[in-house]
Structure formats: C-alpha cells, structure tokens
C-alpha cells in the first residue's frame, strides 16, 4: 500500500462524510417540517397534552376580602382510563390516547346557615371535544350549561353541615401525557385516583408523584392508584405515553455516525489487505464508500412508504450484496468474506444500535475494542519492517540499463 493510496482513501472517506452530512441536513429538515405541519393537524384532530385541573369549589363570604371563600372536598374518588393508540405522520410516530375520565367529590357546607356552593369545573384543553360529558349535583340531571372560557359552573343549596356528590365524566383524547394537577390547593384530603393502562412501558412526567399502589394487568397494561389521605402541597398525577422509535430522527442519528462505521470498516480493509497482500486500489474503494453510502441514502428515503425495521432490512441487504459483490470480483472470495463480516458489524449492527435509546456511545466503544484486538491478533506475527521495506522498493524507480558494447 503507497502512501499517496492512503492519502487518496483519505479523500475519499472525507467526501462521503460530506455526502452523509448533507444527507442528514435533508432528513433533519423533512422531519421539522413535516412535524410543524402535521403537529397542528394532530392536535387539531385529537387534541393537545391534557391537563386536568382539581374543582374549584366556593360560597359566598362577605367577611371574606375577596367574597368567595374557596373550600376542599371532603373526598375524591377519581377512575382514569388511559388507551394508548399511537398515529404516524410522515416520518414521525404521533403519541395519541383516548382517556375515561370519572371522578366523584363530595361536597359539603362547612358553615353554620345555609350556603350556595358553586362546583368549577375546568376542561383539561382547549381545540378538543368530549363525548358523554356528565356534571351532574346530587340525584339531579346533568348540567346543561355550556362552558365560559373553558369553565363550567354549577350551585347546589346546601343547609348547615349536609353534604352531596358531585359527579364529573367524560371521554375524549389527547397527545404526549395526560396530568392531574391540584392548583393552587394548600392541602388535599381523602383524595384518591385509579388509573387503568393499556400499555405497559409507564413513565411519571417530571413534577408528578410515583402511585402508591400498582399492579400488572392480566390483559397487558398496569392498574395504578394514588391516595393521599391529607397532604400539604401535594404533588401532581400524571402520565406520558409510551416511547416510540421515530423513523426520521433515528435515521438522522444513524446518519451522522456514519463516518464512525465508514473509518473502522476502512481501518481493516487497509490492515488486512497490507497483511494478505491484496491491497485494494483506491478506485476501488471509491466504489466501495459507494456502496456503503447507499444503505443510509435507501433507508433516508425508504421510510417514508415502508415500516423502518423493514426499510433496515431492506437497505441493508442493498448494501452488503453491492459491496460484498464487487469485492468479490476484485479480491477473490476469501477477502469478501473478511467484507461481509466487516460491514455487518460495523454499518448494520452498529447502525442497529441506534434504535435503542442510550446504546449509541457503548456501541462504539465496545466496537473500537474488539476491532482493535482482532486486528492486533491477525497482524501479530506480520513483519511490518519487511512490509514497508517492499512497498518502498516498490515505489523506487528502477535504473536504466548498462548500454551494450559496440
């Protein structure tokens, strides 16, 4: 191998690395405007992350400075039932959920003399429809009103003492996470919520509580229940769907590691061609950088008509057939095996790391190790000085010949 091959495979691998970061630039520019556009239908469509807020509930005080003194519930019993049903747009997977809501609170009049008492229920968001909704006081019918700037209000007489259920339902849907939060509320009371999932990878968003009970579901999901028996200051319920594998962000990552794979697959066609004496001609390995370019050029664009894992598949068959093939052709059967083995660790199982969240920086560093230990045991018994020795002879011009005697 002559050094001005070297310096040449160098160019080579320095033009592909721009080919991949142009190519990233275009998966990444699809995908952020394909998500501005289709984020908005999405909402439009199922709604935003929801937010249920705890009732506001309040009588009329003249000794209070604000003239509504703002009471709690003597209980809250609230069922959720999240059912996770996911939407792919373009090339992003949309986290979408139908949710039951029905809670039941038990509303009492603290004072002495008979009160009104008003029930505020606030709609978790806004650009989104309820089906079935219920507010119903006590053994009356439910709630005609429509809502004002999102809110809906009901009174109930109440004479001194004596309580009555209120009774909230709904069914509707929403995007990302769904949240219970108690507002302003210094302090909570014989506050308890059952939450029923379908789905089994559950996550608490951030400034929510951890449930106080939780159990498997025998039909897949989890059966969770928070209560808090009387709580200052108490934390947020909540829950974000589950976690997808979005096809244009992670070709996007498998793309801007390219190089990576493309350097150590290099590293040991130069090592091994050197030790076996079948050095490839940089010509060839433009055709070979070539051929590796086209799985993540396929799989850029495959994703938008074919599943990802099927469009890896896919992609990666392409690849490994168009420069496994023309190895092959140049270096013989033996030398495209040493290919084969190499491409498929260093582009598809490396590129495979990438679809598990986390793995990306362990992959590389366990590949690094085992290409460096494999190559140090091939090449531990080549004779490097006689090696170089050769190829400098080689690169030596030879002189010209003795003129004969006339």
Not at 305 to 320: A, E, K, Q, R
Not at 362 to 389: C, E, N, Y
């Amino acid at each position: 191998m002559k050094l001005i091959h070297l310096v040449a495979i160098g160019g080579i691998f320095a033009a592909t690395s721009l080919g991949w970061h142009l190519l990233r630039e275009t998966v990444a520019y699809r995908t952020n405007q394909q998500d501005a556009k289709l984020c908005l239908n999405v909402e439009g469509n199922w709604g935003p992350p929801m937010v249920q807020k705890h009732p506001r509930i309040f009588y009329a005080s003249p000794t209070n400075r604000k003239s509504m003194r703002e009471i709690q519930p003597e209980a809250s019993d609230v069922s959720v039932n999240l059912a996770y049903d996911r939407k792919k747009k373009g090339l992003l997977w949309y986290r979408t959920y139908e949710v039951d809501f029905l809670a039941t609170y038990e509303v009492a009049n603290p004072t002495p003399i008979r009160q009104t008492v008003y029930v505020e229920f606030e709609l978790p968001a806004k650009g989104t429809s309820y089906d079935d909704f219920k507010l119903r006081v006590g053994e009356s019918e439910s709630t005609q009103r429509t809502p004002r700037e999102g809110k809906i209000t009901e009174a109930v007489h109440l004479e001194a003492g004596a309580s009555t259920p209120v009774t909230i339902a709904y069914r509707s849907r929403g995007l990302d996470s769904w949240r219970y939060v108690f507002g302003e509320n210094p302090r909570i009371r014989n506050f308890t919520l059952a939450m029923k999932t379908d789905f089994e990878e559950i996550d608490f968003p951030h400034g929510t509580g951890s449930p106080n009970q939780r159990e498997s579901s025998p039909d897949g999901g989890w059966n969770l229940e928070w209560v808090y028996p009387d709580v200052i200051a108490a934390n947020a319920i909540g829950m974000s769907m589950p976690s997808v594998l979005n096809p244009g962000p992670t070709v996007e990552r498998i793309t801007f590691f390219a190089p990576i794979s493309l350097l150590f697959f290099f590293a040991v066609l130069v090592i091994v061609g050197m030790a076996t004496n079948k050095n490839l001609h940089p010509m060839n390995y433009f055709f070979l950088a070539a051929g590796y370019f086209a799985f993540q050029l396929l799989l850029a664009y495959l994703v938008d008509v074919v599943p990802l894992h099927v469009s890896f598949v896919i992609s990666c068959i392409v690849s490994l057939l168009l420069v496994c093939s023309y190895v092959w052709a140049v270096a013989g059967r033996q030398f495209a095996f040493v290919t084969a083995m190499a491409q498929t660790a260093y582009m598809v199982l490396f590129s495979y790391s990438f679809f598990f969240e986390g793995l990306s920086g362990l992959t590389i560093t366990i590949g690094a190790i085992v290409t460096l230990a494999l190559l140090m045991w091939m090449t531990a018994k080549v004779d490097w000085p006689k090696l170089f020795a050769d190829s400098a002879k080689s690169r030596r011009p030879s002189p010209p010949p003795i003129p004969q005697a006339g």
